[in-house]
Every structure is written in C-alpha cells, then in structure tokens.
C-alpha cells in the first residue's frame, strides 16, 4: 500500500480483567485456577446453565426474530422494574420509573452515561476507589471528567466511611456519584443499613445524581434484601439504576441488562424513556432478542421466577461455603495469614490486599489468576481447586 492510514494507532494495553481472561485460556497448564473474571462456576468448574433458564428456552423455542423496540422487550422492562424496585414500589405505581432494556450492566451504565452527558453536562463524575475500572472508561468515553471518592480502607479491610462520606459533601452539588449498592465490585464490602441511610441524606441534600451499578442483585443476601437500598433511595430521590442478568441468571454471552431512571412524575418518566430509546438508537438501534426473551419468560411467569430465586440461593450459598472452605484450608497450612477478610466479605469478589508482583507470583508460579488489584473471584472456588488455592496463596503472602 502507498500509504499507512493508521501506522499511528496505538497499541491497546489490554483490559485488567477481560485481557487476563485471554491469557487464562491460553495457559496450557492443566490444573490453572481462574479466580479472575467476574463469572460463577460451578462445583465442577461449568458456567451452569440454570433449570429456570433451560425452562424459558423451551418455552421461546424457535419464534420469529423481528427487531425489537429501541427500548426493548415489554416483558423484559416490567421484569426489570419488579425486580428492582419491588412490585410494590411507589415510584412503580405512579408510573414515574423509565426503564431500558440493555445489552449488559456495561451497556446499561453506557447509556446512562450517554444520557448523563447530553442533559445534565459539565458535571463531576465520583466513582469508588476502588471500583470496577469500565466505571471510569464508560463516563470518560461520554465526555465526564472522573474522580474518586475514598471507600476501601486497607488497614481494616472495610469501608472507608468516613472518607467517603467527607467526599461526597465537598464534591460540588450537583455532581454524578456512582454507587454499587451490593457486592461491591472489587472489594466485597457493602454499606451498612445505617451508613446507606447517611450517604442517601448527602446525596439529597447535595443534589448529587446518584447512579447505582447493581450488578450482582443475590449474590449478598438474596434477590430481595440486595435491592434495599436502591428500594429506599428511589422513594426519596431520583437516581439511575443499572442492572445485570450475566451472574444472576448465568446469561453471561447473551448481555442482558437493565437501565432505570426514577423520574418526579409520569410525565418526566415518559420524556426521559424516549432520550433513552433516542441513545440507543444512535448507538445500536435496539437490544437483542433472544436473551431478551429468555429474561422475560423467567421473571414474568411465577413457577419460573421461584425457581430462580431458589437457583440464586444456591449460587450463594456454594460462594459462601467456598470462602468458609478456603479460609479453613488457609488456617490449617498458617496460622499467620489473616483470613477473616474472606468470611466478612460477600458476593463473588474478595479484594485479598495482595500486592501486584504477589498476585503475579500466583499466576507465574501456580497458575492461579487474580486481578492485579488483589481481587479473587470466588465465585471459581471449588473442592477440588480449594487446596491448590489456598497453598499458592500462603506462599504469596508470606513471600
Ligand atoms: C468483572 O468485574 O470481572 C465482571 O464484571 C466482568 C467484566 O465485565 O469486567
């Protein structure tokens, strides 16, 4: 060719978690461990297809596929909206809740930002630090500048409350703050019921916009009580809600998600929905079906939905088990490496405080992947694995 059109593109320094996923395939070693991506396995180390999924796909069978609405399936949104805010909410009932079918919590969150950046411009974006780094990308990529507000406090390995709390009322009124308000994602520690109370009070009085990133709906304590906070915050305030069927309904490549907006009225509500179906429309046209369907058919038929629920607790309560398990194989081979973090901390992700270079050592040495951070997903804990993981990581922390 005459002439190079994009010898100045730079090379992509890869993602901390998806690129590691990459590498983790590619190892050829037969007993690595992947305790990096965000993905639960199984006792056997599969993805589980769960039965209520396996259900709805029989049910959906081989229909038409036409395009779906901008916003998405009907059934779907109104699954999206009990599931979230309980169907019970007020903010339901008065009809003031604009809810989006997306591709994924990261599309969810995207639009949000999209949404974000062309009505209310200019203003500070805070996130978590630390936090799921897309956080940054995604408000960046609409044209926010982002900043942190304090919330691990390593010493204690739990929330640095009352640095984030400080935060958020210093950060200039008005500004975008992004809360997971479960299974904080890396950290696996949440806000106490009384600590969401207090940063909800900042967040009103500031007239902050609080978008929530909940991405693990019952994985902490179940489908119901994990929604809590978003449930109170919507009845005080207007906010953002992104939501994530890949871990709670194991639907990881089918990237179903939810955005909700609470709006003051109705009216608001219906002129909000229709910038979010203009977003979309401008950044893909509309969601995809299949997932689509299969969301729907769970959370809209009630034999279908307790199933799931059951399935979910299930997915918990092995989480649970494994953290006990580890942190039990752990003691027996120290008694020096502190391994309460593990058993405080919930949902897929304990943030361990390793270091880099020992988190490096795992991978090289034993071939056991967590994210650079710290962070280990234990939702890839198994029997059979636990051993293996609980060795490499008491060389790594006595090294
Ligand atoms: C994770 O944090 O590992 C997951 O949420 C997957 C992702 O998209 O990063």
């Known amino acids: 060719m005459a002439e190079s059109l994009f010898g100045h593109v730079e090379p992509f320094a890869g993602d901390p978690i998806l690129s590691l996923n990459d590498s983790f395939k590619a190892d050829p070693r037969a007993e690595k461990v992947n305790l990096s991506i965000g993905v ?19 049910r959906i069978g081989f229909a038409e596929r036409p395009y779906l ?18 169907a019970n909410h ?17 599309g969810a969150v995207g639009i949000a930002a999209d949404f974000l950046a062309k009505h209310v411009p200019g203003r500070t974006v805070l996130v978590s630090d630390p936090t799921w780094e897309n956080h940054h990308g995604l408000f960046q990529r609409a044209g926010f500048k982002t900043t942190t507000y304090p919330y691990w406090d390593r010493a204690n390995r739990s929330v640095d409350f009352a640095g984030m709390v400080e935060a958020l009322e210093s950060a200039e009124a008005g500004s975008i703050v992004v809360i997971q308000p479960v299974c904080h994602n890396p950290t696996g520690v949440d806000l106490s019921e009384e600590q969401q109370a207090a940063v909800s009070d900042v967040l009103v009085a500031k007239g902050h916009i609080a978008v929530f990133d909940m991405a693990y709906q019952g994985f902490g304590t179940g489908v119901e009580a994990d929604a809590a906070f978003v449930r109170r915050y919507a009845e005080r305030a207007s906010c953002l809600v992104a ?14 998600g939810g955005l909700s907006v609470v709006c003051r009225d109705a009216d608001e509500a219906e002129r909000v929905l229709g910038q979010l179906k203009l977003a979309v429309r401008r ?8 997932g689509g369907l299969l969301v729907a058919a769970v959370l809209g038929d009630d ?52 270091s880099e270079q020992r988190v490096r050592d795992m991978r090289e040495k034993d071939g056991v992947y967590l994210v650079g951070s710290g962070r280990m997903c234990v939702a890839g804990l198994n029997e059979e694995n636990v051993p293996k993981v609980a060795e490499s990581f008491v060389a790594a922390s006595q090294a």
């Not at 607790?313 to 003691?331: H, S």
């Open 90 to 106: 007020p903010a339901l009932a008065a009809r003031c809740v604009a809810t989006i079918q997306t591709i994924g919590g990261t």
């Open 303 to 354: 034999e279908l939905r307790a199933q799931w629920t059951r399935e979910v607790d299930e997915m918990r309560t092995r989480m649970d088990a494994m953290r006990k398990l580890l942190a039990e194989r752990i003691r027996a081979l120290s008694n020096g490496v502190d391994v309460d973090f593990l058993l405080s901390q919930r949902g897929m992700f304990s943030f361990t405080g390793l």
């Open 40 to 58: 639960y396995t199984d006792e056997k180390g599969r993805i589980p297809v769960l039965g209520s999924v396996r259900a709805a796909y029989e």
């Open 69 to 86: 609405p901008m916003d998405g399936h009907a059934g779907y949104r109104e699954g999206v909206q009990k599931l979230v805010f309980g």
């Open 243 to 256: 939501n994530s069927f890949s871990k709670n309904l194991s639907l990881y490549g089918e990237r179903c």
């Open 283 to 290: 950044s893909y046209s509309s969601p995809p079906m299949t």
